[in-house]
Antibody, heavy 118, light 108 residues
């Protein structure tokens, strides 16, 4: 059974960098894409981007200039960095795993609420 | 980018009734790469349907999906009180992968 456990700072000031990490257990790290999705309070879901075990990435063009997703295969972890945050980046951030190379998501992390406020 | 619209915005039905949720895409979705999720308050979304019509592991058979091209439907055949949730469609045929705005299902 695949489990995703995520952590990171929950309160940031504008212009700071959001950093979250997701640890994967119970499944193979290779052969899948690992992604981040976010959800502003009371709103819908937005796909941020993804990475595979080789480090190949795809990003949402709306965030591409500020996002970096990285992977640490030795520790079965992947991370999200989002630079120059504003209040509009306030959201619950989820780490997820795709399914057999297709970007629908059965496995989700528990979610981390990140609030950006001065 | 493929834009998804969902209707209605809110659906209020009684237990045992049939719920029909619609998801329409701004362009045809490759190979029916359309998924549905259920999200209850305070929880992460749960995958219900993938490939437009395949139920995910552990999903009751009262949930079914259909459609192709630009028009897709999620049907809940007999509503249960625990089906109170927001339902999202998502396309994964073309990056960036996008979600619809959701349909809220209220139980009378």
């Amino acid at each position: 059974q695949v489990q995703l456990q995520q952590w990171g700072a929950g309160l940031l000031k504008p212009s700071e960098t959001l950093s979250l990490t997701c640890a994967v257990s119970g499944g193979s790290f290779s052969g899948s894409y690992w992604a981040w999705i976010r959800q502003p309070p009371g709103k819908g879901l937005e796909w941020i981007g993804e990475i595979n075990h080789t480090g190949s990435t795809n990003y949402n063009p709306s965030l591409k200039s500020r996002v970096t997703i990285s992977i640490d295969t030795s520790n079965n972890q992947f991370s999200l960095n989002l630079r120059s945050v504003t209040a509009a980046d306030t959201a619950v951030y989820y780490c997820v795993r795709d399914t057999l190379g297709s970007a629908y998501f059965f496995y989700w992390g528990q979610g981390t609420l990140v609030t950006v406020s001065s | 980018e493929i834009v998804l619209t969902q209707s209605p915005g809110t659906l209020s039905l009684s237990p045992g009734e049939r719920a029909t949720l619609s998801c329409r895409a701004s362009q045809s979705i490759t190979s029916s790469y359309l998924a549905w999720y259920q999200q209850k308050p305070g929880q992460a979304p749960r995958l219900l349907i993938y490939g437009a019509s395949s139920r995910a592991t552990g999903i009751p058979d009262r949930f079914s999906g259909s459609g192709s091209g630009t028009d897709f439907t999620l049907t809940i055949s007999r509503l249960e009180p625990e089906d109170l949730a927001v339902y999202y469609c998502q396309q994964y045929g073309s990056a960036p992968f996008t979600f619809g705005p959701g349909t809220r299902v209220d139980i009378k």
